[in-house]
């Protein structure tokens, strides 16, 4: 079983759609965590980090659940420039490791 | 952009051979991770490096080395290459090796072993 686990997709959904992805880690020592965002054949780029609080940013909204050890980013009203790969990271800091899951992947359609 | 720059972009090897990738860090980071990337997954921790330092590594074989220099560039060496070892290995520095900072990618260095 991988440490970080996402649905793959791909999710395909109209422009306007609201979309939610699902990320599970299985190390509890797991201090960090963040959603990046990669574009077709480029490098990842930090889309937000995750608080145990919840936190928004725009039309990005994402939650932790420490004790289910779940993630999750929703999306509400989906641009076309949303059509991306979405990647799970997980950090345990005292280990010096980021963990990433193999990303799931968004096409948002006219 | 980042401020983290690879080299080189693209490169094909032949099994067997040896190859070192290069990795300029973002201004005033101190902390360099490298990360191999097989086409269709996420990016694998391979090792970080801080203050010259390995700090943290993942399941990758010796084969697999690298170095931190004093003004925080970094290199990663693949000895014996093998065809699995074909990815893209990117590189991303960050300001602390602690707490919650940012990982800065560079654009990474695709690696080809026929």
């Known amino acids: 079983r991988k440490e970080v686990e996402q649905d793959p997709g791909p999710f395909n959904v109209p422009e306007g759609a609201t979309v939610a992805f699902n990320c599970t880690y299985s190390?509890?020592?797991?201090?960090?965590f963040f959603w990046y965002r990669q574009d077709c054949r480029k490098e990842p780029k930090l889309l937000m980090s995750v608080y145990s609080s919840g936190n928004e940013d725009g039309r990005f909204t994402a939650q932790l659940n420490r004790a289910s050890q779940y993630i999750s980013l929703l999306i509400r009203d989906s641009k076309l420039s949303d059509s991306a790969t979405y990647l799970c990271v997980v950090r345990n800091t005292n280990a010096g490791k980021s963990t990433f899951g193999d990303g799931t992947t968004l096409t948002v359609k006219p | 952009e980042t401020g983290v720059t690879q080299s080189p972009t693209h490169l094909i090897k032949t099994r067997g051979q040896q190859v070192t990738l290069r990795c300029s860090s973002q201004s005033g980071h101190n902390t360099v991770s490298w990360y191999q990337q097989a086409l269709g997954q996420g990016p694998q921790f391979i090792f970080q490096?801080?203050?010259?330092?390995?700090?943290g590594r993942g399941n990758f074989p010796p084969r697999f080395s690298g170095l931190q220099f004093p003004n925080y560039s970094s290199e990663l060496n693949v000895n014996a290459l093998e065809l699995d070892d074909s990815a893209l290995y990117l590189c991303?520095?960050?300001?602390?090796?602690?707490?919650?900072?940012?990982?800065?990618f560079g654009e990474g260095s695709r690696l080809t072993v026929l």
């Open positions: 490096y801080y203050r010259e330092e390995e700090n």
């Open positions: 190390n509890s020592a797991s201090q960090s």
């Open positions: 991303a520095s960050s300001l602390r090796l602690a707490g919650t900072g940012e990982l800065f």
